[in-house]
């Protein structure tokens, strides 16, 4: 067993559930209210990609729980190592985009903060090879 791999696998399946549920509902509230074609198209296009993410998520806590309780997976320390990389890429890509889109929104940092649940996720496997 590996603590950290399962500690990392059960943050990315809430992450997961959080995401495909709760986010997913949130998401409807940005459902245009004009049958415009454009603003139409661009909802289903950002819902898709919402539900992109809510899959690779899935996939990682799959990956993670599997390397966190069983030795089934072959060569367990790259692929830790390509899942942090992944988490590590993303958070970036994340922040970034807080520092550049600037905006109103208050302690955005901390509100927005899926990039502290990414970089938690990177170290937790990173730790784990």
Known sequence: MNGYALAAGVLTLVAFAAHAIVGAQE????????????????????????????????GAAVVLLLIGLTDWLPDEGTVLMVVSGYFALTGSAWLATLVVSGGDVPNRYLRLGQWLF????????????
Request: hydrophobic share 55%; with cysteine; proline share 5%.
């Open 27 to 58: 998401f409807r509230l940005f459902r245009p209210v004009s049958s415009a074609e454009k603003p139409r198209t661009s909802w289903v296009q950002g819902l898709a990609g919402w539900h992109w993410v809510s899959v690779d998520l899935l």
């Open 118 to 129: 990414c970089f938690t996720v990177a170290a937790l496997a990173w730790i784990a090879r």
